[in-house]
């Protein structure tokens, strides 16, 4: 059986230490703050970002030097057949577009997997590919896979203010459309490729009370049939994530324990910090009584 | 020798002997509003709504029956202003469908329309109400019939005890509406209906008050703003174009909006024949340039509006009298436009606010047409539909945002006679920014429709304004001059000083889950006393958040609304 190794980037959420329990690995991602270099989850952390976030200091974000990617691969390929690499969404980021031009030196021994996602319901992608990974599935077969059910899956993210998307220049259209003389909360969606607009909120329970309306009718019209999984995220008030989560559970009772780990921060640092996120992922399986 | 009929020209001289009667009274009848609020309005909206009608009535003295009652029940649905307006209208909508049959009114036709006209009127209202505009209508309608069932055919008799009946039924509305009671007033809106009952009697006599269509002060604005801008130019162009390709809505939107950019009384319309047009400005070659545009001019008339002899639609000239035909028949929806939408969408939203600072936010918030009016000025039927015209949607939601502004955006809607226009029926500003900002994009108008409705039940509104009356009201005695904060049910504060009234209004609205306080400060209040009152509320209200804007709204000092 041939030893298949899967890899990912901090923006799954999964930390250095998770992903060794896992047996996955991971590349933090590079942030570029006044004049050094931090990596995520290992020299920065959710509080002190926020902090330099909520000061002004200018963040630049970045992908995954071609080298460190490149030492990480060779060196798992010392010991594995093949890798499943599995960044984030090519629609929010440069860095699958450069792992593909790096893994055509591989010789096919590298999958490169475009598969949209982000944060929690790409480390469910991460999750999904280990268990197939574990069943002997070859490399190409796991990135097809993973291309083909990636966008079965949808996050709705409520900001706690405008301030911090119309700062970063990149999601400006949206925060364009969305009213600017009064406060509002705006409720994004982030389906694969685009972060969008989707709903507006005066105050956060009017918020949280649209993500999981969105989310139930998500489930009822778009995964009608469907097995689902319910993840959450925040951007560091973890306090008001918990609170949510309650709420989330009482909607959707079948879901269990919900999983949930802060935004990663290259999205953190577009919409700030007080950010909630909910996310429901079609997973293999029966589907779920609402 | 009294006389059993009324001819078409008897029905003509006693309408607008009616609507001047109204117009006469139109004082008396706005102090009549039960909440002595600086904006008792029932008398001018009743009025506006019915002289829009005497005019058109006015306009065709020789007009047959059917003609009459055309302009009647037209001009006023569309005139209609205020819910004692929209009644108004509908009784007269309802009075004229029987009448428009005969050319001579006996007295039992007279009582078989009093009885249409209360029938439509009562439909026209979600939950009648006693004590109203409908009871006094009812009550002159049901001795109408008594006359009609005993056999009497003289119309004298018939109108001397109809407003024998009216007045007698106006005089036990306190009893049926306890507010009334309270307030030491009848009803406005029956009292009106009486004037015009009153004054058709006058002009039947043949003592009303003369009809002259340019001093009524009801339309006296109006009036000399048609006069003025008839003056503005000076010449009247009808040409047709033969189009080179069809006109999708949004190029017959950019074409009105470019002629009136340069003239006025536009007139556009698309007949299959090619597209007739009409317009008086100063500068012709513009609007000839402007039409090669579009296709071929095959007819063209142009003449000088300021000379003598001059009439829109010279005999002898067939394309002038003919596109005017056509055009004046696509006239009901059209108007001059001073914007046009850039792209088709999907849904558009229209609202009714005042003040520059709140037309600035419900524009902020996706709102593509605001009408300047509210509280101190209803928009009518017809500005509604003109506005919802101006949108380039396919749906148009209207946010009335006042209770007295709900009948007449609903009966725009049933007007335009398809499903384009749907009311959210918000009573307040921040009801109608609720609703607003509940919309999602994307979804169905019908899913947005009920999102929107319950939005509405999620915020709490309150208004600050002073009396200016004295009068007691739900057992609570107010001097004139007195701040009174107005709740969604009634008046929740009283005081002298508009700060703490603001802030007692407040704790009335607060529940244990309120999370936001939307203050809209109005015109009359400056940056300092609106900060004081965030720094007050941020004090005793810490739990929540507070947001202060500048509504710049008139006579209302400050709105506000939880959630």
Known sequence: MSKVAIVTDSNSGITVDEASKLGVYVLPMPFHIRDRDFF?????????????IDEGVEIGTSQ???????????????DHDSIVHIPMSSGLSGSCESARMLAQNYNGRVEVADNKRISVTLRRSILDAKRMADEGMDAASIRKKLEETGLDTTIYIMLDTLTYLKRGGRITPTAAAIGTLLKIRPVLQLQGEKLDAYAKARTPAQGRKLMIQAIRDDIQKRFSGSRIVIDMAYT????????FREEVKEAFPWAGEIYYAPL?????????????????????????SM | ???????????????????????????IINELNVFPVPDGDTGTNMTATIMQAASEVYAEPDAPMDVICKSISSGSLRGARGNSGVILSQLLRGFTKVVKKHDEITGPVLAEAFEKAVETAYKAVMKPKEGTILTVARGAGDRARELAASGETDIEVYFTEIIRAASETLETTPDLLPVLKEAGVVDSGGKGLLEVLKGAYDGYLGKGIPFEQKTGAGCDSQAEQVEEVKLKYAYCVVLRVILSQNLNRKQMMDIRGFLSSVGDDVKVNDTGKGVFLHIHTNDPGLVIQKSLLYGEICEITVSNIAMEGHIDAPEGTPITSESLKLCEESEAGASPLEKVPAEHKDTGFVAVCSGVGMAEIFKSLGCDIVIEGGQTMNPSTDDIIKSAER???????????????ILAAEQAGKMTGD?????????????????????????????????????????????????VRDVVIEGQSIKQGDYMGIGDSGILCVGNNRVDVTVGMLEKLMKSDSELISVYYGEDVDENEAA??????????????????????????????VE
């Open chain 2, 419 to 467: 499903d384009r226009i749907v009311v959210i029926p918000t009573k307040t500003v921040p009801q109608g920014i609720s609703a607003l900002v509940n919309y999602i994009p994307g979804e169905s108008a019908e899913e947005n429709e009920s999102s929107m409705r319950e939005a509405i039940s999620t915020v709490a509104s309150g208004e600050v304004t002073y009396a």
């Open chain 1, 236 to 243: 560091f008030d973890e306090e008001a994530l918990l609170s």
């Open chain 1, 264 to 288: 990663s921060l290259s999205v953190g640092c577009h919409i700030g910090p007080g950010a909630l996120a909910v996310t429901a992922t079609v997973c293999d399986g029966d589907p779920v």
């Open chain 2, 391 to 405: 949108v380039n949607a396919d749906k148009v939601f209207i946010l009335p945002n006042n209770k007295n502004i």
């Open chain 1, 40 to 52: 995520e989850g290992i020299n920065i952390d959710q509080k002190n970002f926020y902090l330099m």
């Open chain 2, 532 to 561: 004081g009152l965030l720094d007050r509320i941020n004090s005793k209200f810490s739990g929540a958040e507070v947001e202060l804007q500048y509504g710049g709204q008139p006579i209302y000092d400050f709105i506000v609304s």
């Open chain 2, 1 to 27: 020798m009294s006389a059993t009929s009324i001819d078409a020209k008897m029905l003509s001289q006693m309408f607008l002997a009616g609507a001047k009667n109204l117009e006469a009274n139109q004082e």
């Open chain 1, 64 to 78: 995954p030097s071609p080298a460190d990617v490149k030492a990480l691969w060779d060196d798992i390929l010392t």
